[in-house]
């Protein structure tokens, strides 16, 4: 990504085409807020984080060639916002406590009692998927599969995943061991490889 | 011996920690004989790769330009 000095255009009038397309930054925008939502699970905080990242991001933006190169821009300051938001809010108020389940029974049906996976749920072949040509229909059973995660999962895994946060930080921001946090990692990225197999990589034929 | 569901553990640890050399031992060793633990290993490294991409792109897989 090149950041030129304020006040560069770019030499064909490019980057400015797509910053007055009201309907692009408008999508962008509701993308941004579904991202921040995810994460802060405060629309007041959700609003502010893409506020103020969508606003840093505008005044530099004359410095993009292209859209892409913009949305990374604006997605690493909307990270970089939402880290602060969680730290701040950690230092504010109270801690926000995830009750781990008690009952693990979404992990024990991966295994069984011998702790072999167990046949309906081991690993097919993927074939070597090119992340960049999937398209998409796949973004979307992505989603869903991210949805599906149990919130508890689903929050941490985004934190560490997304927003790349250090376990520690968000060990802090939860309000868990990071025994619990190892934990909540593996049932997640368990169930999210078992949803994306299931709907996208290696769909089963009726099982019989 | 290692079980599966203590390598994929592991594998997943991996990605978020260090692991000690007797934790590293084991699961290479258990991966040695094990191919569903091998694609596990790949698929969740697949899904950070996914998972970084996402983010880039914002759900739309692929970039306009």
Known sequence: ?208 | MMKCDEATKLASDRLDRGLSVRESLGLRLHLFGCDKCRRFVRQVQTIRSISRHYVETDGTGRSED
């Not at chain 1, 090149?2 to 692009?24: H, I, K, M």
């Not at chain 1, 916002?81 to 406590?97: E, G, V, W």
């Not at chain 1, 049906?109 to 081991?122: K, L, P, T």
């Not at chain 1, 998927?129 to 895994?157: I, M, N, S, Y």
């Open chain 1, 1 to 208: 990504m090149q950041v030129r000095g304020e006040g560069a255009t770019s030499p064909d009038g490019q980057a400015a085409a797509f910053l007055a397309d009201g309907v692009y930054i408008g999508e962008l925008r509701e993308r941004m807020l579904k991202f921040a939502m995810l994460q802060l699970s405060d629309p007041q905080m959700a609003e502010d984080a893409v506020q103020e990242a969508l606003a840093g991001a505008l005044r530099n933006a004359r410095a993009f060639a292209g859209r892409s190169a913009f949305r990374t821009w604006v997605y690493a300051i909307l990270r970089n916002k939402i880290a602060d938001q969680l730290r701040h809010k950690r230092r504010t108020a109270n801690l926000i406590s995830i009750p781990l389940g008690t009952t693990d029974d979404d992990e024990t049906s991966y295994f069984d009692a011998r702790g072999h996976w167990s046949v309906e749920n081991q690993p097919s072949h993927w074939g070597n998927p090119e992340v960049d040509l999937l398209g998409k229909d796949f973004w979307r059973v992505f989603e869903t599969c991210l949805d599906h995660l149990p919130p508890d999962q689903g929050r941490v895994f985004m934190m560490r995943e997304f927003v790349e946060l250090e376990t520690a930080e968000i060990c802090a921001e939860i309000g868990i061991t990071i025994t619990n946090l190892h934990v909540l990692m593996h049932r997640a990225r368990l169930r999210l490889r078992n949803c994306l197999e299931g709907h996208w990589f290696a769909p089963k034929e009726t099982t019989s």
